[in-house]
């Protein structure tokens, strides 16, 4: 299994106590500048980076950092530039939080604790399905009962009957490729020529997974959201589905690391994350690494969930026989994105038989008898949604004079109720 990770991830996933140097630090760059050019997948590139470090550590500018958590701050922040994969990180003295070492041991949500990176699964309203992901945990395809695999099957299983796919990667930092061929393999063909193939000295590897899904969903609509803190493998996800055109990314452009490796000591004092080998797309013939995935539709990451339920509700209406559902969740999202002007709230401010309107912190609610309160959004003139659920609405009624006279509950399925104000 390759893993692929964000520097984020490798470092949160280490403590360190506040040992002195078990080498002066010129030796300790000898070590790292020695693993790199041994190890990194460019061998031409790795010759010119040690020479750099080590002719940098002749000059002293590394002489004053004996603390090695200043040396490997240091040291990581010189070589990331050239790679977004490098990372020097201090030996710990008591590790603390698991275990240190290659990748392939300290992959984030990586167990059943993590539920293997599936944090969350949500059908909206509208018919989306909503895949929370935070991790990509190895699959052993060569066992049946692998239970990461079951746990995407499940998954997977869950969003069969959707109208579309939201895919969220805003808060995943990497892991397993095997879990990225997998998951991209049910949305695709299985002869698709899609897969990114992995470039190491002397060696080249594949994307694609051990076994495919079965009955991909082909057609099926998907949307991935993207931060700055989507990274590695999650990057490959992204990148891998919008190269081959079944799913658009949402959001700002991802971390930018594309280069799969392993932790190597450097010595008894610092550790050094390598990349050991670097993706080739076969549609692009190239990969993202430093730019980063680049959004479909661009938006703030806060906002990517919002802008693609729009997107994948224009979709879903542009078909025939679309529900009211689908209509009203659009409306009630670009209300929420862009909410009429000039209405008087206090207007709608009283009893409608059991139903009770009051203003609660800047906002209409309608409170009736034990239930728990509807926050009413304005969707402009006398119409209302009910916020988190879009499927019911409220409209005021006025007299010829312009008062407000009596509310009508309305929901998606075509049942109402109505009351009159005062009664």
Do not use: C
């Not at 980076?49 to 950092?65: C, E, K, N, S, T």
């Not at 895919?167 to 095997?178: C, E």
């Not at 076969?282 to 730019?291: F, L, M, S």
């Not at 980063?292 to 997107?311: E, N």
């Amino acid at each position: 299994m390759r893993a692929l990770m964000s520097v984020t991830a490798v470092l949160g996933l280490l403590t360190v106590a506040n040992p002195g140097l078990a080498a002066t630090p010129r030796e300790e760059v000898e070590k790292v500048a020695s693993v790199i050019q041994a190890n990194y997948f460019d061998p031409d590139k790795a010759a010119v980076v040690a020479a750099d470090l080590r002719a940098a550590a002749a000059r002293g500018a590394f002489d004053a950092l004996t603390d090695p958590r200043d040396l490997a701050t240091t040291l990581t922040l010189r070589l990331q530039p050239l790679d977004h994969h490098f990372a020097v990180i201090p030996v710990p003295a008591t590790p603390r939080g698991g275990p240190t070492g290659s990748p392939r041991q300290i992959i984030p949500n990586g167990d059943r604790t993590s539920n293997y990176g599936f944090h969350r699964l949500e059908m909206l309203p509208e018919g989306v399905a909503y895949i929370d992901l935070r991790g990509f945990s190895d699959i052993d395809f060569s066992d049946p009962h692998d239970p990461a695999r079951r746990t995407a099957d499940a998954a997977l299983d869950f969003v069969a009957d959707a109208e579309a796919v939201i895919i969220d990667l805003r808060d995943n930092g990497g892991g397993a490729s095997s879990m990225v061929g997998y998951l991209t393999s049910a949305f695709t063909r299985p002869d698709a020529d899609i897969y990114n193939t992995f470039h190491e000295r002397g060696a080249t590897f594949s994307e694609k997974p051990g076994a495919y899904r079965k009955s991909p969903r082909l057609e099926v609509p998907v949307y991935i959201l993207t931060s700055g803190r989507t990274g590695s493998a999650a990057e490959a996800l992204a990148y891998t589905l919008q190269s081959a055109h079944r799913a658009k990314t949402v959001g700002e452009a991802s971390a930018g690391g594309a280069n799969p490796g392993e932790m190597f000591s450097a010595g008894e004092g610092l550790q050094i994350f390598v990349s050991t080998g670097s993706p080739t797309n076969p549609i692009t013939h190239r990969n993202w690494d430093g730019a980063g995935v680049q959004p479909d539709i661009p938006v703030p990451a806060a906002s990517a969930l919002r802008q693609a339920r729009i997107v994948a509700l224009d979709s879903i209406l542009a078909r025939p026989g679309a529900s009211a559902e689908a209509r009203w969740t659009l409306e009630s999202l670009r209300a929420e994105t862009a909410p009429p002007a000039g209405l008087k709230l206090a207007d709608y401010v009283g009893a409608f038989g059991p139903a009770i309107v009051a203003m609660q912190d800047g906002q209409l609610s309608l409170l009736r008898e034990r239930r728990s309160p509807w926050v009413l959004v304005p969707l402009g003139g006398d119409l209302f949604t009910v916020a988190d659920d879009p499927t019911r609405r409220v409209r005021f009624e006025r007299d010829p004079a312009g008062a407000v006279t009596a509310l009508e509950q309305i929901f998606a399925n075509g049942l109402s109720a109505r009351f009159s104000r005062g009664v």
